[in-house]
C-alpha cells in the first residue's frame, strides 16, 4: 500500500503509487501508528524549513517513516516542489539553493528566508495553502495556477495541467485571473531567471 508521502502543488499529500523525481523534508510528519500504515498527523504546517532535496546523496539509506525522523516527502518534478512552498537544500543541492536565494533576492539567511516564504504561503491559524488571485499574463514561467480542472503548471503560451502521474497534453495558456499555487518569494526566483527541474512530456522535453 502506498504511503501518504506525495506532495501536489496544490500542497495536498496523497498515498499514491507513483515515483517522484525529487525528494522533500519538513520535519516529523508521522507517529509511530502513521509509520505503520502509511498516514500522516495533522504535523505538517509545523516547520518553517521545508526544501527539496535529490533522491541519492553521498550513498545514504534511510527507512521510510521511520519513528522519530522526518517524514520523506516525494514530488513528481521541482515545479511541483516549488509549489508546494518547498526550497532547494542547502546541503544536497548547495549550488542550486544559493542561485535560488540569489534570484529570490534574499540577502539573509536561510531561516530568514524560510519565515518570508512561510508567510507567504500559509493562511494564518488555518494550516492551508494561501492562494492569492493573479493574471495568469503577468506569471512566469513554471508558476503553478489553479483552474476550474485543477492545477495547471504555465509555460510560454501554454498550460499544461497536472495530476500525480504527471503532466498532460498542453493546452492554450489561461486568460484572467487565478489563484496562484506557487509563492510569491518563489515567483520572485522564477521572474530572475531561477529555472527549476521540469519532468515535462516527451514532445516538450
Known amino acids: 500500500m502506498p504511503r501518504q508521502n506525495r506532495v501536489q502543488p496544490d500542497g495536498q499529500i496523497l498515498a499514491h503509487p507513483a515515483r517522484g523525481a525529487f525528494m522533500g523534508n519538513r520535519g516529523i510528519l508521522h507517529d509511530d501508528k502513521a509509520h505503520t500504515h502509511g498516514t500522516l498527523t495533522h504535523r505538517r504546517w509545523r516547520h518553517k524549513a521545508w526544501v527539496c532535496c535529490v533522491l541519492s546523496f553521498k550513498n545514504r539509506r534511510r527507512h521510510l517513516m521511520a519513528p522519530n525522523r522526518y517524514t520523506e516527502l516525494f514530488f513528481y518534478d521541482e515545479a511541483v516542489a516549488l ?7 542547502a546541503e544536497c543541492r548547495r549550488a542550486d539553493h544559493k542561485a535560488f536565494l540569489a ?12 519565515a518570508l516564504l512561510h508567510a507567504a504561503r500559509a ?15 503577468t ?5 503553478f495556477i489553479l ?8 509555460l510560454e503560451d501554454m498550460a499544461l495541467p497536472f495530476s ?3 503532466y498532460a497534453a498542453p493546452v492554450t495558456r489561461p486568460q484572467g485571473t487565478h489563484p496562484v499555487l506557487t509563492p ?6 522564477l521572474h530572475n531567471g531561477f529555472r527549476p527541474t ?8
Open 164 to 166: 500525480p502521474e504527471g
Open 139 to 143: 506569471l512566469p514561467d513554471a508558476t
Open 198 to 205: 521540469l519532468g515535462l512530456p516527451a514532445p516538450l522535453a
Open 184 to 189: 510569491a518569494p518563489t515567483r520572485v526566483a
Open 103 to 114: 534570484a529570490a533576492e534574499h540577502s539573509g539567511n536561510a531561516p530568514d528566508f524560510d
Open 83 to 89: 509549489a508546494a512552498g518547498h526550497r532547494p537544500c
Open 147 to 154: 483552474t476550474d480542472t485543477g492545477p495547471v503548471l504555465l
Open 123 to 137: 493562511l494564518p491559524r488555518v494550516y492551508g495553502q494561501n492562494r492569492p488571485l493573479a493574471n495568469a499574463s
